[in-house]
């Protein structure tokens, strides 16, 4: 897939990103920028054009859908017991090392 096409694809995440607020594990909730997320691969089924996302700390999964009956982008977020789509998204501290010697 080309570099612009994934480009998009992030353009329409920080779309649907500046509409909501994600959820986090201690039951808080914050914004969150596309730059959090990896793109992972795309999926026509069923009618949907789906396009998935992974947080870059969580792992967890979020998705792009499109219907053909409606041409609108939605969000859709996973909130399960299985690995990866447990629907939270909390940013996790780096740890600094010391390059001084």
């Given at each position: 897939?080309?570099?612009?096409t994934i480009n998009k694809y992030f353009e329409l995440l920080a779309d649907q990103l500046l509409l909501i607020?994600?959820?986090?594990k201690n039951n808080s909730k914050r914004t969150a920028?596309?730059?959090e997320f990896m793109f992972m691969h795309t999926k026509d089924s069923d009618g949907l054009n789906i396009i998935a996302f992974k947080h870059i700390d969580t792992r967890n999964y979020l998705f792009l859908?499109?219907?053909?009956?409606?041409?609108?982008?939605r969000l859709h977020i996973?909130?399960?017991?299985?690995a990866?789509?447990?629907?939270?998204?909390?940013i996790f501290?780096?740890?600094q090392?010391?390059?001084d010697s």
């Open positions: 897939m080309d570099n612009e607020e994600l959820d986090c920028s596309a730059s859908v499109q219907s053909i009956l409606d041409p609108s982008w996973p909130k399960t017991n299985e990866f789509q447990l629907g939270y998204f909390d501290e780096k740890e090392v010391n390059t």
